[in-house]
């Protein structure tokens, strides 16, 4: 289970660095670098549009908002940057 756990955080690392490297590029149109600031940050601060302590509906919004606007965001990120930064990050796979 330790094991486990220490494999999600050492994933969520690797791709936060994914996402801070594709925000840092200049080649990243400002829309793209704007809805990925907005879902880290939406993702980092303590409170919700939907409060947590409402049942399913409270962590709903985290599960769809913020892969939501990283989603978007990929989307407009040209494709030779984004699989730049891929390379980099994940190597050949």
Do not use: C
């Not at 999600?8 to 801070?20: E, S, V």
């Not at 919700?48 to 302590?53: A, G, H």
């Amino acid at each position: 289970m330790l094991q486990k756990l220490k494999e999600i955080a050492t994933t969520l690392r690797q791709y936060l660095a994914f996402y801070h490297a594709l925000y840092q590029d200049q080649r990243t149109p400002r829309l793209a670098r704007f809805l990925l600031w907005t879902a880290l940050t939406y993702f980092a601060l303590p409170f919700d549009l939907i409060p947590d302590f409402l049942p399913i509906i409270g962590h709903l919004d985290d599960v769809i908002i913020v892969p939501g606007l990283i989603f978007l965001a990929i989307r407009l990120i040209p494709v030779t940057v984004y699989n730049e930064h891929w390379q980099k990050m994940f190597g050949a796979s």
